[in-house]
C-alpha cells in the first residue's frame, strides 16, 4: 500500500500561484496512474488532473491553468502547478494513485487505490 503526502496548500488572492506537492512511498511501477483530485463543501470529489502510462489529462476546469508533472528521478513525488487561481478553485486537494487505470476511466474516484490525507487550498476573490 502507498503511502501519499500532500503538501503546498493554502491561503492566496484571485490571480495566485499555488504548487502542491504528493510525496510517495512505497512505491512501485506497478501504480501507473497518478491524479489530482479536489472536493470544496457540499460538492462531489472533481478529478483535476492525472497522469496514466505516459499520458496526461486534466478536468475542464483546470485545463489552460493547471499543470501536472512528476519527478524524474524517482518518480517518487506527484506535482499540480496552479496558476491563476479563481476562488472556485478553492477545496481540499487530494492525491490519488491507482494500480492500472484504463484512460477513459481516470475522472472516477472509485478506480483508485490510494489517497492522500489532502491539502486545503482558499482563494479570495
Known amino acids: 500500500q502507498l503511502q501519499l503526502a500532500e503538501s503546498g496548500g493554502g491561503l492566496v488572492q484571485a490571480g495566485d500561484t499555488l504548487r502542491l506537492s504528493c510525496a510517495v512511498s512505497g512505491f512501485a511501477k506497478e501504480h501507473g496512474a497518478m491524479a489530482w483530485f479536489r472536493q470544496a463543501p457540499g460538492k462531489e470529489r472533481e478529478a483535476v488532473a492525472s497522469?496514466?502510462?505516459?499520458?496526461?489529462?486534466y478536468g475542464n476546469s483546470s485545463k489552460g491553468r493547471f499543470t501536472i508533472s512528476r519527478a524524474s528521478a524517482a518518480q517518487n513525488t506527484i506535482f499540480l502547478q496552479m496558476n491563476s487561481l479563481l476562488p472556485e478553485d478553492s477545496a481540499i486537494y487530494y492525491c490519488?494513485?491507482?494500480?492500472?487505470?484504463?484512460?477513459?476511466?481516470?475522472?472516477?474516484?472509485?478506480?483508485?487505490?490510494?489517497w492522500g490525507q489532502g491539502t486545503q487550498v482558499t482563494v479570495s476573490s
Open positions: 497522469i496514466n502510462r505516459g499520458r496526461i489529462f
Open positions: 490519488a494513485a491507482a494500480r492500472y487505470l484504463d484512460y477513459s476511466d481516470w475522472l472516477n474516484p472509485v478506480y483508485y487505490d490510494d
